[in-house]
């Protein structure tokens, strides 16, 4: 099974790039962030021609999350529990969830797409809800990994924090003084990890960025950041084979700001005879 993730900045943009792509790929499953669309507005019909069923969420023309897969696609959850919700300028426990996390199972998959809350800047109420995002996601991966730890988990996506100091090569962000690369960012994405699930590309792709800004010629420089993972379960991480970083697909014409990361696993009664890919 290959299993993908990809912030496609706006799917009705790039509909064309991202179906050729998922074919000419042999993607059997591709978890999406932005998708920035209703689901009633989703261009579905490029993708069931190519062969894929959908699971999608999405509110208004911002953020927005979907899940297309080759493999039938059961228990679809949109949000994840204790997911907290955002209203600027507004405080409290019952604020409107954004279109930022979608679950499904694929092929005895269990995959989220998810789009993590940017931050902003430090001191923005938007930088304290992402930090309450994730510790609501850290205690839900908890709680699912210590259910169901034979099931193959996954949280795929944007995750809009760059852990390493290699994974930032964008000069405009400054360590430990900017969103995406603050001390509490990086702990807060480091607890995640400890709740069960790890990182399965970086040990096969150990260096490349995953975004670059459309400003300052970013991408020609190479400045770029490490901000989209696979993080897997241990069941999963276990039946992982290859993993690549799909720089390729930031050129041409109108590309998203992020690109591909893609995952081959190994799952018990599978019959996949590609080659691995690093």
Request: net charge negative; aromatic share 10%; hydrophobic share 40%.
């Amino acid at each position: 099974m290959r299993i993908a993730t990809w912030n496609v900045n706006s799917i009705r943009t790039r509909v064309g790039r991202v179906v050729d792509w998922l074919v000419r790929e042999d993607i059997d499953v591709l978890a999406m962030q932005e998708i920035k669309c209703k689901p009633e507005q989703f261009p579905l019909e490029a993708f069931e021609e190519a062969g894929y069923e959908l699971a999608i969420h999405g509110l208004n023309q911002w953020n927005g999350v979907a899940i297309a897969s080759r493999e039938p696609l059961s228990d679809i959850q949109v949000d994840f529990p204790g997911q907290p919700g955002f209203l600027k300028g507004q405080e409290g426990p019952d604020l409107p969830t954004e279109a930022r996390a979608i679950g499904a199972t694929a092929g005895g998959v269990r995959v989220w797409s998810l789009y993590v809350p940017n931050g902003r800047a430090l001191g923005d109420p938007h930088y304290a809800y992402k930090l309450d995002w994730y510790r609501a996601l850290t205690d839900y991966t908890r709680a699912e990994v210590t259910a169901n730890p034979e099931l193959p988990f996954a949280l795929v996506g944007d995750f809009n924090v760059a852990p390493l100091d290699a994974d930032m090569g964008d000069p405009s962000f400054v360590l430990g003084e900017s969103t995406h690369v603050s001390e509490p960012e990086r702990a807060a994405f480091a607890a995640l990890e400890a709740a069960g699930v790890a990182d399965v590309v970086r040990p096969l792709v150990p260096e490349g960025y995953t975004f670059w800004d459309y400003k300052q010629l970013r991408f020609p420089r190479n400045e770029g950041m490490r901000i989209d993972f696979v993080l897997g379960s241990p069941a999963f991480a276990d039946a992982v084979t290859g993993a690549s970083i799909h720089r390729e697909e930031r050129k041409g014409d109108a590309p998203s700001d992020h690109v591909p990361v893609v995952v081959d696993l190994e799952l018990d009664g599978d019959d996949d005879d590609r080659p691995m890919i690093f």
